[in-house]
């Protein structure tokens, strides 16, 4: 019989994953029936910036995805420290070997969220001839129900009822797929915020105030930094503005209600107001645009992944945070990984959890390792603390200690680390 399942989000793990299950070498009569929810009603080509490294570039050739990805890249030459006055005073290029890439805060693949979720969406579509994948866009699920053998699931907006063999949370890091069937109370415990929020949207592309084809960042006392990145492809710059803060409980309120954009800007403008460098413009832009999205920096770390017919994948299972620079590599594995173990163990699948927890988790373990006092080190509280670490990292740049240091920051999977689970090459995706 094959399986009905619902995959919940469509970013980077829930497309992978329909697109896998596509390709594996199920028997014919078993090839799953594959439904995706998002809660958005669309899939926009925005977001952060988030790179693909290590064995993240072997699944792109296995999606069949590459030639796209690649001519969607932000373009990203680098990154350059400014100070307040614009004056870059440590510069690293986006490295383009294989053995610096890894290690360098911009790889050679960076791309904006949005649009590799829009590639992936589409390259589901694209797999088989028939249109083997049911999107539901703009709905939610608000309860889920488990029996022996089959989960039913309440969709809040539309108020219908579906029955499915099995349910996939790939809803990133804020899953309500997690809390829902996990519970409230365990979210304290998987959930493990690391002080730091991050609020990031687009704007347009000013080249008088240096925009370039550099991402350019400028930290400052109050442990705060803020960003821009280029987008080539839109003609557009991307902007981050990060700060570590563990003692108003507001950062933390506004991260955990959705709605709230407003109160969220409100409270970005008040820290950042006198952060100086560009942070008035950046405000003005983060006022005017309308695709801001805010949200604290956590880890989510679990025990185990699934329960009962329900398994978590990506963000939501495992989130890294953007410090690991892995988020995306990983959602990439856990769907390949997933597809495998459900195709290799269509009947069961308890096994099936089981072999992808028992491929994903070293891979997850060494991506979750961030280099201690990380933070601490990178945004300082003091001007004094930001003096001393502008002045060591010059010195460490100079003496090519840093690029050394940097292989802590989250080591890489290796592509020879993919296991053959006999999935089908799509042909070569095209827009
Ligand atoms: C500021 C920042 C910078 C980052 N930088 C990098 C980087 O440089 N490199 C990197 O690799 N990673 C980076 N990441 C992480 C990266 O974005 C994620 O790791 C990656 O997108 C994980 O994909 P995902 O599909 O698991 O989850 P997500 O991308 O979070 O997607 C979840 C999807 O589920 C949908 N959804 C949520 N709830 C529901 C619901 N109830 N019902 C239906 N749909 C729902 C959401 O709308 C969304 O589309 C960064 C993240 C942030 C926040």
Request: charged letters at 20%; hydrophobic letters at 40%; one cysteine or more.
């Amino acid at each position: 019989m094959p399986l009905n399942i619902l995959i919940v989000g469509c970013s980077i793990a829930g497309p992978a994953l329909a697109t896998f299950l596509q390709l594996a070498p199920f028997a014919e009569d078993d090839k799953p029936r594959i439904t995706v929810l998002e809660r958005s009603p669309a899939v926009r080509p925005q977001g952060q910036n988030v790179d693909i490294r290590g064995v993240g570039v072997t699944l792109l050739d296995k999606l069949g995805i590459t030639a796209a990805v690649k001519a969607s890249t932000t373009g990203e030459a680098g990154v350059q420290w400014v100070t307040s006055d614009n004056y870059v005073w440590c510069e690293f290029d986006s490295a383009n070997d294989t053995e610096t890439q890894r290690h360098n805060p911009t790889s050679d693949i960076e791309i904006l969220r949005g649009r590799m979720a829009q590639i992936l969406w589409r390259r589901s579509q694209t797999v088989t001839e028939d249109k083997a994948v049911e999107y539901i866009f703009g709905d939610y699920l608000d309860d889920i129900q488990q029996e022996d053998d089959k989960v039913t699931v309440h969709f809040a907006r539309s108020g219908l009822h579906r029955t499915f063999d099995l349910v996939v949370g790939a809803d990133g890091l804020q899953s309500t797929t997690r809390s829902t069937v996990w519970g409230p109370t365990a979210e304290a415990t998987v959930v493990h915020p690391l002080g730091m929020y991050a609020a990031f949207f687009s704007m347009p592309k000013d080249a008088k105030q240096g925009d370039n084809d550099y991402r350019r960042s400028y930290h400052t006392h109050g442990r705060r930094m803020l960003s821009i990145r280029p987008d080539q492809q839109n003609g557009r710059s991307t902007a981050l503005l990060t700060i570590v803060n563990e003692t108003d409980p507001r950062f933390d309120a506004v991260a955990k209600a959705r709605s709230s954009v407003d109160s969220q800007k409100a409270l970005v403008n008040e820290y950042f107001a006198d952060a100086g460098w560009q942070a008035l413009r950046l405000l003005q832009e983060m006022h005017a645009t309308d695709d801001f999205y805010y949200s604290m920096v956590a880890q989510v770390k679990m025990p185990r992944w699934s329960k009962g017919r329900v398994v978590l994948l990506g963000d939501a299972a495992h989130c890294a945070s953007h410090l690991s620079g892995m988020g995306t590599t990983l959602a990439l594995l856990g769907a390949y990984s997933l597809a495998g173990a459900l195709s290799a163990h269509p009947n069961d699948t308890d096994t099936a959890f089981s072999a992808y927890e028992e491929a994903m988790r070293p891979h997850v373990d060494k991506a979750q390792k961030i280099m201690p006092g990380l933070m601490r080190i990178f945004a300082p509280e003091t001007a004094w603390g930001v003096w001393l670490i502008d002045t060591t990292i010059r010195f460490l740049v100079w003496t090519r200690v840093f690029t050394l240091l940097m292989r802590f920051k989250g080591a890489d999977t290796e592509p020879d680390a993919l296991p053959d689970y006999g999935f089908a090459q799509p042909p070569e995706y095209k827009e």
